[in-house]
T-cell receptor, first 110, second 110 residues
Framework: SQQGEEDPQALSIQEGENATMNCSYK?????LQWYRQNSGRGLVHLIL?????REKHSGRLRVTLDTSKKSSSLLITASRAADTASYFC??????????FGRGTSLIVHP | DTEVTQTPKHLVMGMTNKKSLKCEQH?????MYWYKQKAKKPPELMFV???????INESVPSRFSPECPNSSLLNLHLHALQPEDSALYLC?????????FGSGTRLTVV
């Protein structure tokens, strides 16, 4: 069963703009992960943020985690057409099994 | 080697056929997973193997039969599938934190 819920479900922006997507979850977690999936392909792990971390950066990606609100956000800065993909947050079921939200479909127009 | 390799990439099978999906990793990861993903939906967990033992079966129909012959290899044997089983089948592995996904097998049941 899904725990994370991404918002928005779909996002369409121009190249160079920033893209922000949010994930809300229901139960306490010890980590949260973000994945990218290009159309019909496997998932690529982007970032893991632990419950004692509030913010994490990786290149053009910035992830925040607010455990009091049970929410996380993924910001992609200066987006490129190659960022077009679906983005999923995953929260662990038990201690280690990722359970995925419904995802945000991002389209970046050149 | 930092990859999870899935074969075949595409498979078309009849409802009376028997086929197998293969997943291989050489990263020494102790846990391996099978996920099923329908179009525009998040991946759904099917099976988890931990230290080569089946630890979770998400009430998957018996026409799907997993096998873990060794710590690097995970198979999914398919028999008497239905058209609604057509989906992307993803394999993943993990050392405990963080997950590496294969690029999936696109299965079509005719």
């Amino acid at each position: 069963s899904q725990q994370g819920e991404e918002d928005p479900q779909a996002l369409s922006i121009q190249e160079g703009e920033n893209a922000t997507m949010n994930c809300s979850y229901k139960t306490s977690i010890n980590n949260l992960q973000w994945y990218r999936q290009n159309s019909g392909r496997g998932l690529v792990h982007l970032i893991l943020i632990r419950s004692n971390e509030r913010e994490k950066h990786s290149g053009r990606l910035r992830v925040t985690l607010d455990t009091s609100k049970k929410s996380s956000s993924l910001l992609i800065t200066a987006s490129r057409a190659a960022d077009t993909a679906s983005y999923f947050c995953a929260t662990p079921r038990g201690s280690y099994i990722p359970t995925f939200g419904r995802g945000t479909s991002l389209i970046v127009h050149p | 080697d930092t990859e999870v390799t899935q074969t075949p990439k595409h498979l078309v099978m009849g409802m009376t056929n028997k086929k197998s999906l293969k997943c291989e990793q050489h990263m020494g990861h102790r846990a391996m997973y099978w996920y099923k993903q329908k179009a525009k939906k998040p991946p759904e967990l099917m099976f988890v193997y931990s230290y080569e033992k089946l630890s979770i079966n998400e009430s998957v129909p018996s026409r799907f039969s997993p096998e873990c012959p060794n710590s690097s290899l995970l198979n999914l044997h398919l028999h008497a599938l239905q058209p609604e089983d057509s989906a992307l089948y993803l394999c993943a592995s993990s050392p405990g934190y963080g997950y590496t996904f294969g690029s999936g097998t696109r299965l079509t049941v005719v």
